[in-house]
């Protein structure tokens, strides 16, 4: 599972070792990642790291979340890991546009005994979230979704997010390219205005973490 590092500093080698040394995927993981990487080909880098996918797990467990909500699920090994994390009686509302990529998700979450945590919602992430109550009732969110749509997605949470909740957004570091002066495709542009918009929001805590392709976790006061 470590042939290919999302983060482009570890080697196979480095990342092997590193998730061997934290909590390790189980069975179930495991066979997730492997039907990802078959199923859907040069997609499965969208599939969160095996160690991200254990941050994530334990962040929600020792934050005490019950109400969490995912924008981008993919073949649902994070939203797997997010509802492992929350209590029995923790609910965590999946968005995403793709019923092939979730069929998959929903075996697997089958599978794993968290089914019963998870909604679904086929719809753009954006139209789902905005439709959702403006009161503060989330106590998590994890974004992986279009990246042109990050601070639309930012400013639809930060209203509905209990204070204190935290946000997880992915891919802040794009295969490192926020940092190359070179790059000015669109999805490296669009993450450098996020980046810079969290940085500079007085309502919130966050820190940039080196983790995979870049997490930033945020914190609103």
């Known amino acids: ?20 040394h934290g909590t390790p995927p189980d069975a179930v993981q495991r ?20 160690e991200q996918g254990a941050f994530l797990e334990l962040l929600t467990r020792i934050s005490g979340a019950r109400r969490a909500i995912e924008l981008g699920t ?9 509802a492992r994390g929350l209590p029995e009686d923790g609910k965590l509302l999946c968005c995403d546009v793709s019923q092939e990529w979730t069929d998959v998700a ?30 503060p009732s989330l106590d998590l969110a994890f974004v992986d979704a279009v990246k042109s749509e990050y601070i639309d997605y930012y400013e639809a949470l930060l209203p509905r997010m209990r204070p204190g909740g935290l946000m997880l957004i992915d891919n802040v570091l794009w295969q490192l390219r926020v940092v190359d002066p070179t790059a000015t495709d669109e999805h490296t542009v669009a993450i450098r205005r996020f980046n810079d918009h969290v940085a500079g929001d007085p309502r919130v805590e966050c820190v940039l973490l080196p983790i995979s392709d870049g997490l930033t976790l945020i914190r609103k006061k």
Do not use: N
């Open 1 to 20: 599972m470590s042939d290919a590092p999302k983060d482009p500093r570890l080697s196979a080698e480095l990342h092997e070792y590193l998730v061997a």
């Open 31 to 50: 066979d997730l990642i492997e039907e990802t990487r078959r199923a859907t080909g040069g997609f499965a880098l969208m599939q969160v790291a095996p």
């Open 74 to 82: 993919f073949t649902g090994y994070s939203a797997l890991c997010i």
């Open 106 to 135: 929903r075996r697997y979450w089958e599978r794993a005994g968290v089914a019963h945590k998870i909604e679904l919602k086929l719809a753009p992430a954006l139209a789902t979230l905005r439709a959702l109550p403006q009161e």
